[in-house]
């Protein structure tokens, strides 16, 4: 059991790395697409700068919040739920 919560964990790991790895590679591509010629090396450069901030930034989440519960207050709905902060 405990090799299936090491997977999750590195799933959820990931997807924490994944964000700013894409929003990296998305401007390095809009800044090479602007460049006249096309080279992969600055889209790359993005992704490689994107991934590291966000290694860093899921180390820091999961050393201070934990994976699992800061991901589930991204995903929960307390209005949803009836739980929303203000009761009538």
Same mark, same amino acid.
């Given at each position: 059991?405990?090799?299936v919560a090491l997977f999750v964990q590195i799933c959820l790991w990931f997807s924490i790395v994944l964000s700013p790895a894409l929003l990296?590679?998305?401007?390095?591509?809009?800044? /090479?697409?602007?460049?006249?010629?096309?080279?992969?090396?600055?889209?790359?450069?993005?992704?490689?700068?994107?991934?590291?901030?966000?290694?860093?930034? /899921?180390?820091?989440? =999961? =050393?201070?919040?934990?994976?699992?519960?800061?991901?589930? =207050?991204?995903? +929960?709905?307390? !209005?949803? !739920?009836? =739980?929303? +902060?203000?009761?009538?």
């Amino acid at each position: 059991m405990k090799i299936v919560a090491l997977f999750v964990q590195i799933c959820l790991w990931f997807s924490i790395v994944l964000s700013p790895a894409l929003l990296g590679l998305l401007m390095g591509g809009l800044l /090479a697409s602007q460049q006249s010629q096309t080279s992969l090396n600055v889209p790359l450069i993005g992704l490689m700068l994107g991934a590291l901030f966000g290694a860093i930034w /899921a180390e820091y989440i =999961r =050393r201070t919040h934990g994976l699992s519960q800061f991901l589930g =207050r991204l995903v +929960a709905t307390p !209005d949803i !739920d009836g =739980r929303s +902060a203000h009761k009538p």
